[in-house]
C-alpha cells in the first residue's frame, strides 16, 4: 500500500507564531487549574476557557469545528474525549479531561490535560500520573532523524508496563494553519499507518489516550462523545510540540 502525505514543514518565523498562540493556550490551562473544583459544571468550565481565550484576542480552535458547540472538549471519568460542555456537575472523586485549542493569527495550537476534582482514587491518580509520565516520554522521542513510531512505542511500552491500555482509534496529529494536519502520530506502534522519519520544522500534537480497562472505545448517541468500553477510567494529556534541531520544543508547556 502506498501513502503520500501532506506534512507542512514550519519555519523558526512560523513556529514563533504557533509558540505565541501556545502560550495563550498554556495561560488559560493556567487558570483553569485554579478554578476547577466540585460544583462546578462543564459548561461553566468551558465557558470560562472561551472567555479567556477571546479577551487575549485569539480564537477558540474547537469552536464550530466539524459543528463541535463547544470551546473545550470536556470529558469526565470514563469519558475519552469529545465530550460536549453542558449541565453535568463535576463532584468530589472526578476525573475531568479538557482539551482545548487557540488560534492566534492564523496559527493553531492544541493541549489537553487531566484534572482531579477533590479526593480521587488511588487509581484514577495513578492512571494520571502514568498518562503524564507517558506524553513526557514520547515527546523525548521527538527528534530530528527518529521516527513518528518512535513516540507511540515510548508513550505504550510505559503504559503496558503500568497495566493500563492505549487507545489505538485515536491519535495525535500534525498542526499548524489547520488544527488537524499530516501525519498521524499514534500512541502505539501502527504498522496500518505511515511512519515518517521526523525533520526539523515538523510541529505536531501528541496526546496520548490512556484507559484502565480495555483499549476498545465506543461512541455515545450524541456522536461525539467517546468512551471506554467497559467504563472505566480514562486519562488524556496533549502537547504542542515542535520538532527543532535541538531537541524537542514544547510550544504549550505551562
Known amino acids: 500500500m ?30 483553569l487549574r485554579k478554578i476547577v473544583a466540585p460544583g462546578l459544571t462543564t459548561g461553566e468550565l468551558d465557558a470560562a476557557a472561551e ?14 469545528y466539524n459543528g463541535f458547540p463547544g470551546s473545550c472538549c470536556i470529558s469526565v471519568n470514563e469519558e475519552v474525549v469529545h465530550g460536549i460542555p453542558g449541565a453535568r456537575i463535576l463532584v468530589d472523586g472526578d476525573i475531568v479531561g479538557v482539551d482545548c485549542g487557540v488560534i492566534k493569527d492564523g496559527w493553531h495550537s492544541d493541549s489537553a490535560e487531566t484534572f482531579a476534582i477533590g479526593e480521587v482514587s488511588d487509581e484514577a491518580r495513578r492512571l494520571m500520573k502514568v498518562t503524564r509520565e507517558g506524553l513526557e516520554l514520547g515527546i523525548a522521542q521527538a527528534r530530528p532523524g527518529n521516527r513518528i513510531s518512535d513516540i507511540g512505542t515510548a508513550v505504550a511500552a510505559h503504559a503496558n508496563a503500568a497495566g493500563f491500555s492505549v487507545v489505538e482509534s485515536l491519535v495525535g496529529h500534525g498542526i499548524g494553519r489547520r488544527l488537524h494536519e499530516d501525519p498521524q502520530v499514534p500512541n502505539y506502534r501502527s504498522f496500518s499507518t505511515p511512519d515518517p522519519v521526523l ?17 476498545r472505545v465506543v461512541t455515545l448517541p450524541d456522536q461525539w462523545t467517546i468512551v471506554t468500553a467497559d467504563r472505566k477510567l480514562s486519562a ?11 531537541g524537542p520544543n514544547v510550544l504549550t508547556r505551562r
Open 2 to 31: 502506498s501513502w503520500k502525505l501532506n506534512i507542512k514543514l514550519k519555519t523558526p518565523t512560523e513556529i514563533a507564531m504557533m509558540e505565541a498562540s501556545a502560550r495563550v493556550l498554556a495561560s488559560v490551562f493556567l487558570e
Open 236 to 246: 488524556h494529556y496533549e502537547h504542542t510540540v515542535a520538532v527543532t534541531a535541538d
Open 199 to 215: 525533520e526539523e520544522g515538523l510541529v505536531i500534537a501528541i496526546e496520548p489516550m490512556i484507559n484502565a480497562g480495555t483499549k
Open 51 to 64: 472567555k479567556m481565550i477571546t479577551d487575549a484576542g485569539c480564537i477558540p480552535s474547537f469552536k464550530g
